[in-house]
Each structure stands twice: as C-alpha cells, then as structure tokens.
C-alpha cells in the first residue's frame, strides 16, 4: 500500500513547549522510571509460544467521512467515532464525531459538529472519555466535550504541535497525546520533519513534553497498560515497533516488533491489540510475538475495544465504515 495512501490517518502544525523531563511518576501509580537510557532497549528474548486467538466479523456501520478512531465509553455503553471530514490537515471546521449503539444503529451521526452550537472541529482523529468529558485531538489543538449533551467544555492548543493523533489518559486525569511529527507536500506525500514527541497536559491544563525522540519512531497510538502500570505506543514510521514507556523515562522500551504502520493499541486483558496498514490486519501482542486476530481491514485506522463484549472496533478509514469484530 503506498505511504500516500497511508497518511490519510494523521494531521500538521508548529511553535515551542518545555520538555518535562520529570512529569508527576505518579499519573500510573509507579514511582520506578528509568532516565539514564538515551535510546531504546532491544526486545527481549523470544518467550513461550502465543496462545492462538481470532476475530470474528458481527457487524458493518457504513455512511461515515473518514473515520479515523473509535471509542467504547462503557458508562453509556455507546461507540463514539471520530470523522475527519475531508483533509486530516486541514483546519476546515467540518469534522464530526457520531454516536452508534452497540447494536450498529447510528444514533446520532453529527453528534458534535464542527461549525454548529460554537464547535470549532477540523480533522478530529484520537479519542479518550474520563467520566462524562469526552477528549479529541484534533490537528493542534485537544479539546473535551460533554460525552452526553456534545457540549464544549474546553479547549487546549499546543502551540509547537506537528501533528497530533491519539489520546490516553492517566488515572490522575493527566491527558497524553502522541504527536507523530509528519507534514505533506504539495502533492499529498507524507514527510517527517520531527520531533517525535508525546505531550502531557496535567490536571491544571499545564502543557509539557514528556518524551520526545527518534526512539518514538513517528508514534501514532498510545494507551494505558493498567496492569503493567505503563503506556503502550505504536510506530507508524520504519521502526515497526510496540513500545512500552512510563513518564520520567527519556526513551521507550521496544517489547515487540511487527508488520509496521501500526496505528490503534488497545490492551484488552493481556493482549496488546495493534492495527497495521502494512498489512491491512490486527493483531495480538500478548507475548510479544504478534498472532494475527483480523485480516483483510484496509486501513485500518484507531481501534476502539468494547470490553463488556470482547469486541474490537475497527475504523475503516478509506472506506467510510466501521467494523465489529468478536473476539473468540
């Protein structure tokens, strides 16, 4: 798949925010970091075999605009899905975000819509909801909307971002956004002028770099590891790697390498979940070793998992959908 293609999932800008080198350890709950490494630690050795696991297709939302990632909030058992609308780097006022019920209806299709009721919303793409505020990135800005009215509630620009594309957020309410540090030229190719960097906006809306770096390897996804007390990041950039990170580390851990052009992460039990345009799958990490669980998804973009019924949510962004798959 060419990268032309491939770029469809990210976003650009640009200016100057301080490097926390020593962000609050205490966001995951583990005071251990790790700042003597400059550059990433090699994988570990190969463990035991994976246990097999797969996927089983159960539905396919159609009629979205470049849907580039999907959410489960487990409090209103609902499926937010963020639209681009057109151009992932265009500050266009015409994304959208939709509500769809478990059960493939759409509820609401423009739920929050850029350009009506106040909203300014561009090419909204990661998402993550900490009780009724649901937060998005979008382009170089990260704003939190009510999950269940789609009012604005607030809006956080990080002046120095290039291109920001998915959220986590830490059990102390500490937001993190990748930003995979990429632009396009004037015919729609994808280059990467850097920096590599993962933001932090603290509770005090605060804004800091908290990891920035090559090691990064133009970081896409990023979620929280609750058991491991960690985040997990993926590369979409040559590196093909799943990271592991804790902040107050300057660089990440390499714990498995795959297809590469990864996208959504998920942690779903003990499997780290991973979207790949490479090679059009997801897979399992769970060891390590990558076990393919979805095959045939063109891109697939920023995966949502649904825990209350083991499903993966795959955001098919070229195609306009959503698929539901259960995992078994």
């Given at each position: 798949?060419?990268?032309?293609?491939?770029?469809m999932?990210?976003?650009a800008?640009?200016?100057?925010v301080?490097?926390?080198?020593?962000?609050?350890?205490?966001?995951l709950?583990?005071?251990?970091?790790?700042t003597?490494?400059?550059?990433?630690?090699?994988?570990p050795?190969?463990?035991?075999?994976p246990?097999?696991?797969g996927?089983?297709?159960?539905?396919?939302?159609?009629?979205?605009?470049?849907?580039?990632?999907?959410?489960?909030?487990s409090?209103?058992?609902i499926?937010f899905?963020?639209n681009?609308?057109?151009?992932?780097?265009?500050?266009?006022?015409?994304g959208?975000?939709?509500?769809?019920r478990?059960?493939?209806?759409?509820?609401?299709?423009?739920?929050?819509?850029?350009?009506?009721?106040?909203?300014?919303?561009?090419?909204?793409?990661?998402?993550?909801?900490?009780?009724?505020?649901?937060?998005?990135?979008?382009?170089?800005m990260v704003?939190?909307?009510?999950?269940?009215?789609?009012?604005?509630?607030?809006?956080?620009?990080?002046?120095?971002?290039?291109?920001?594309?998915?959220?986590?957020?830490?059990?102390?309410?500490a937001?993190?956004?990748?930003?995979?540090?990429?632009?396009?030229?004037?015919?729609?190719?994808?280059?990467?002028?850097?920096?590599d960097?993962?933001?932090?906006i603290?509770?005090d809306?605060?804004?800091?770099?908290?990891?920035?770096?090559?090691?990064?390897?133009?970081?896409?996804?990023?979620?929280?590891?609750?058991?491991?007390?960690?985040?997990?990041i993926?590369?979409?950039g040559?590196?093909?790697?799943?990271?592991?990170w804790?902040?107050?580390e300057?660089?990440?851990?390499?714990?498995?390498?795959?297809?590469?052009?990864?996208?959504?992460?998920?942690?779903?039990?003990?499997?780290?979940?991973?979207?790949?345009?490479?090679?059009?799958?997801?897979?399992?990490?769970?060891?390590?070793?990558?076990?393919?669980?979805?095959?045939?998804?063109?891109?697939?973009?920023?995966?949502?998992?649904?825990?209350?019924?083991?499903?993966?949510?795959?955001?098919?962004?070229?195609g306009?959908?959503?698929?539901?798959w259960?995992?078994?």
């Amino acid at each position: 798949m060419r990268l032309t293609v491939l770029c469809m999932t990210l976003v650009a800008a640009a200016a100057c925010v301080p490097v926390d080198r020593k962000p609050p350890v205490s966001d995951l709950g583990d005071s251990t970091t790790d700042t003597a490494a400059d550059t990433a630690a090699p994988a570990p050795a190969t463990p035991a075999a994976p246990v097999a696991v797969g996927g089983t297709k159960v539905l396919t939302v159609a009629g979205f605009s470049t849907p580039e990632s999907v959410l489960h909030d487990s409090t209103q058992d609902i499926y937010f899905v963020s639209n681009i609308n057109g151009s992932p780097t265009a500050k266009d006022n015409n994304g959208f975000i939709s509500r769809v019920r478990p059960d493939g209806a759409v509820e609401n299709l423009k739920f929050i819509e850029g350009g009506r009721a106040g909203v300014t919303l561009n090419a909204p793409k990661g998402l993550a909801v900490l009780g009724d505020t649901l937060w998005v990135a979008d382009i170089d800005m990260v704003r939190a909307f009510n999950a269940r009215t789609g009012s604005l509630l607030d809006s956080v620009k990080l002046d120095s971002a290039v291109f920001l594309n998915d959220v986590a957020i830490a059990p102390t309410g500490a937001i993190y956004i990748t930003d995979t540090g990429i632009r396009f030229d004037d015919v729609g190719n994808v280059l990467h002028p850097g920096p590599d960097r993962v933001y932090r906006i603290g509770p005090d809306r605060k804004v800091t770099v908290a990891a920035k770096g090559d090691s990064l390897g133009w970081p896409n996804g990023i979620t929280v590891d609750p058991v491991g007390r960690r985040f997990i990041i993926v590369t979409f950039g040559t590196s093909k790697s799943v990271l592991a990170w804790k902040p107050g580390e300057r660089a990440p851990r390499v714990i498995a390498k795959g297809a590469g052009g990864f996208d959504g992460v998920e942690v779903a039990g003990g499997r780290i979940l991973v979207s790949s345009w490479a090679d059009s799958t997801v897979s399992a990490y769970e060891t390590g070793q990558e076990v393919k669980v979805i095959t045939g998804v063109p891109s697939p973009a920023d995966i949502g998992y649904d825990a209350k019924r083991n499903r993966v949510l795959v955001p098919i962004l070229a195609g306009n959908r959503v698929e539901i798959w259960q995992l078994h």
